[in-house]
């Protein structure tokens, strides 16, 4: 089974928009979540992490994501996209209960036109 | 500080081949891991080395191996290439892996002819 499922290849958003991107997963107990970015030809930074606490994290250059464990959910989102925005997002969970394991999701790809 | 350091960028073999690449983490992080980026697969995780142990392995075939060295540099051997094997291969370092966040490099871009 899939641990972490992005269920979009694309998503398409105008500049200014809110946007969202998905995130579930499919670990046990309370694993550490995470949202990382890659640019063209380059590799990937991270974004934001979700371990404890408040469920709505707030990430680098605007993005944040809220956590939904009835869900098992982990939605980047923002308020207003930019155009620079446009790459492709990994959803990425640490499981503790596995060896710490990591597993990525199959990404994202984001296209924000002006 | 400087980041994390993958050599070489870019390495093309022929099939039946092997190859090693390498990784050095930002200074003072130990634990080092490993991706296979594809557009088909994604990024599937490969193993995770901590102070010179191997403390994590993904699902792959023992064609692929790695080994941590006392200064945490890092490198990743994978024999008898295939076709299959073409990939950009990412690395990671962190200070101890668990929780924190990973920083990556550029990768190694291994094309199998």
């Known amino acids: 089974a899939q641990s972490v499922a992005q269920p979009e290849d694309q998503v398409n958003v105008a500049e200014g928009n809110p946007l969202t991107v998905k995130c579930t997963y499919s670990?046990?107990?309370?694993?550490?979540l995470f949202w990382y970015v890659q640019y063209p030809n380059r590799g990937l930074q991270f974004l934001l992490k979700?371990?404890?606490?408040?469920?709505l994290v707030k990430g680098s250059y605007g993005f944040e994501a809220e956590f939904n464990k009835s869900q098992t959910s982990f939605h980047l989102k923002k308020p207003s996209a930019l155009v620079s925005d446009s790459a492709l997002y990994f959803c990425?969970?640490?499981?503790?209960?596995?060896?710490?394991?990591?597993?990525f999701g199959s990404g994202t790809k984001l296209n924000v036109k002006p | 500080k400087a980041g994390v350091t993958q050599t070489p960028r870019y390495l093309i073999k022929t099939r039946g081949q092997q190859v090693t690449l390498s990784c050095s983490p930002i200074?003072?992080?130990?634990?080092v891991s490993w991706y296979q980026q594809t557009p088909g697969q994604g990024l599937q995780f490969l193993f995770e080395?901590?102070?010179?142990?191997?403390?994590n392995k993904g699902n792959f075939p023992g064609r692929f191996s790695g080994r941590q060295f006392s200064n945490s540099r890092s490198e990743m051997n994978v024999s008898t290439l295939e076709l299959g094997d073409s990939a950009l291969y990412l690395c990671?370092?962190?200070?101890?892996?668990?929780?924190?966040?990973?920083?990556f490099g550029s990768g190694t871009q291994l094309s199998v002819l």
């Open positions: 990671a370092s962190s200070l101890t892996g668990l929780g924190e966040k990973l920083f």
């Open positions: 670990v046990s107990g309370n694993p550490y």
């Open positions: 979700y371990i404890t606490g408040d469920n």
């Open positions: 990425a969970v640490r499981d503790k209960n596995n060896f710490n394991k990591f597993y």
């Open positions: 200074s003072g992080h130990r634990s």
């Open positions: 080395y901590f102070s010179e142990t191997q403390r």
